[in-house]
């Protein structure tokens, strides 16, 4: 679970055991004790010098945004949900690189996020989706039913507000 207080601090409980509460601040992963789970809300120690306006929370996964627009994720990866190029489970928060950056796109910048049972979608400010993840049910919304690890356009007729909490095949 993950609650976001009102001065943007990130606070998970719950099960830790694929990295969602992101404590792994001496990168031991799986053998991190403290990575395991919480009983109560502890902060995240990665995320305490940003101010986080938007949290997603998945199956075993977690998306934050700032209030710069950095996106930062972490937990399971098993589909590539984490947007990051590969299926490793993160137990600490990662900065995902924007949609577009560096290829001279102009997307935007990333304001909100959902994330599924192994998929994430994210919405920039300019009306663009993005997704990454688990796409048996096409969930992604790329035209097929591939698995995707890094993050992908999603082509929509009009601008969009995605506000739909989690869900297991569609967000």
Known sequence: SMG???????FVWGSG????????THGLGPRSAG?????????????????????????AHCIAITDTGDVWVW??????QLGLGD???RF????????????GS??????????????SVWLSDLGHVFSAGRNDGGQLGVGDS??????????????VWCDTPFGSEIS
């Open 4 to 10: 976001l207080d009102s001065w943007g601090k990130v």
């Open 17 to 24: 055991s694929e990295g969602q509460l992101g404590q792994d």
């Open 35 to 59: 990575a395991r789970r919480a009983l109560a809300p502890i902060e995240v120690p990665l995320l305490g010098a940003k101010r986080v306006v938007q949290i997603a929370a998945g199956w």
């Open 75 to 80: 937990g399971s990866n098993d589909y590539g």
């Open 87 to 89: 299926r490793a489970d």
């Open 92 to 103: 600490m928060p990662h900065l995902l690189q924007a949609p577009g950056a560096g290829d």
């Open 106 to 119: 102009k997307v935007g910048r990333v304001v909100r996020a959902s994330a599924g049972h192994g998929h």
């Open 146 to 159: 591939i698995d995707r690890a890094g993050v992908q356009a999603v082509t929509v007729p009009l601008r």
